[in-house]
């Protein structure tokens, strides 16, 4: 009877053993892991206000590359739009007058734009490639930051 008594407690301390084992072993992965987190987390803000920063530096040196890019943008979001029926119907002969000058002062804009642009050595192309440029740090930023973000957690 007492070998058996000696048999349990020394299971039942050996099992108090292994689960402290393995509660300190998940409190480490758990740590690393939060650890890794906040270091992804740390880089990515590094990365995304770097990108800010030059972003906003090419846009100091280039505004007018900048408007350009922006009514361009803006010109885009608006087409694709759909005009609902209700917003013909109120607006009719109205709507297309104001849609007609609207497109005027658009197209003057533009070529107003242009025309600033050419005068200070600016063309197409340049405004092109900055933009290019600025939207392709920003992509290269956030892909970093995904990829340390899965490689912090591989070893997890």
Do not use: H, W
């Amino acid at each position: 009877m007492s070998k058996l008594t000696d048999t349990a407690r020394n299971a039942k301390a050996k099992a108090g053993e292994k689960g402290a084992a393995a509660k300190r072993k998940a409190g480490e992965v758990y740590g690393r892991g939060r650890d890794a987190a906040s270091r992804s987390a740390q880089s990515s803000r590094e990365m995304a206000q770097k990108a800010k920063a030059k972003s906003g530096e090419t846009i100091d040196r280039n505004p007018f590359a900048a408007v350009v890019g922006g009514l361009a943008l803006g010109a885009i979001a608006a087409a694709l739009l759909p005009k609902s029926e209700r917003e013909q119907k109120v607006l009719g002969k109205t709507g297309k007058k104001l849609n007609d000058r609207a497109k005027k002062a658009a197209d003057a804009a533009k070529e107003a734009g242009k025309a600033r642009m050419e005068e200070v050595g600016l063309n197409a192309d340049t405004a092109r490639e900055q933009f290019k440029d600025i939207f392709g740090k920003a992509t290269d930023a956030a892909k970093a930051a995904g990829k340390a973000a899965r490689d912090a957690n591989k070893g997890e």
